[in-house]
């Protein structure tokens, strides 16, 4: 699984750039073409446009990243740039008889195109993020009170100190019924990588076991408490508008 959570502790914009330069090998390694090819392809610049929406200050989700590049990012590369992303968006998991070696390296010329823009400053006329407040633990469904209650319950059977924080739409009340479970576990530093790895699955197992989509991340304590450049969004908006789980 391509994933954020199976990366190593990094700042967010970093690991999803390194993602997007994981699934192009992935896709390199196809012999051809095919469906699994086109998905990793897809799946890259998922993940790069999502390193730029980052390093913008939108805190957005890999599944939403689609639907964002559209009504903010496309206006801000170039028309070539965009037609690409498109075209590889849109024959996701189809297979094809162009040349896999050129689409790979189609994708790798966008990729290394939009990393520059995570290191670039921020276009002026982009629409800021709303500054939404948490509606509050007390807000949330029985339901949902339950599921984040299990999720911290597992995280903890793991790691003792780990706290869990819902994040996004479901925090301030503005969630859909088919909306992700946007999920920021914090963890002690010194935390065994294995044990992390585990920890990150335990909580996707969780909220997918409740037939919900999660996206979740972790930061370290270090982290939350002096978070870097492209931790410091995803820490900020969690401190402002994130619900923490309480414990027993």
Request: proline share 7%; with cysteine.
């Amino acid at each position: 699984m391509y994933g954020t959570s199976a990366m190593p502790d990094a700042d967010p914009v970093d690991v999803a750039i390194a993602m997007a330069h994981n699934a192009l090998v992935g896709a390199s390694r196809e012999p051809e073409l095919n469906a699994m090819a086109s998905q990793l392809l897809a799946r890259a610049l998922d993940f790069a446009v999502q390193g730029v929406s980052l390093a913008w200050g939108y805190p957005v989700a890999v599944s939403k990243v689609q639907r964002h590049f559209e009504s903010v990012m496309a206006a801000h590369v170039p028309s070539a740039v965009a037609d690409v992303i498109r075209s590889v968006w849109n024959a996701s998991g189809t297979p094809s008889d162009l040349d896999l070696n050129a689409m790979v390296s189609a994708c790798d010329a966008v990729v290394d195109y939009l990393e520059s823009l995570t290191k670039a400053p921020r276009p002026s006329g982009l629409p800021r993020q709303p500054d939404l407040p948490s509606m509050g633990w007390e807000a949330l469904s029985p339901a949902d009170q339950d599921l984040l209650l299990t999720v911290r319950q597992r995280t903890q059977e793991l790691c003792a100190d780990a706290r869990v924080i819902l994040v996004g739409s479901r925090a301030t009340g503005l969630s859909r019924q088919d909306s992700d479970y946007d999920l920021l576990i914090v963890v002690r530093d010194d935390i065994e990588p294995d044990v992390r790895a585990d920890l990150m699955d335990a909580v996707y197992s969780t909220v997918k076991a409740a037939g919900a989509e999660p996206d979740h991340h972790y930061v370290t304590e270090g982290t939350w408490q002096n978070p870097g450049s492209g931790s410091r969004i995803l820490v900020e908006d969690a401190k402002r508008s994130g619900i923490e789980v309480p414990g027993p």
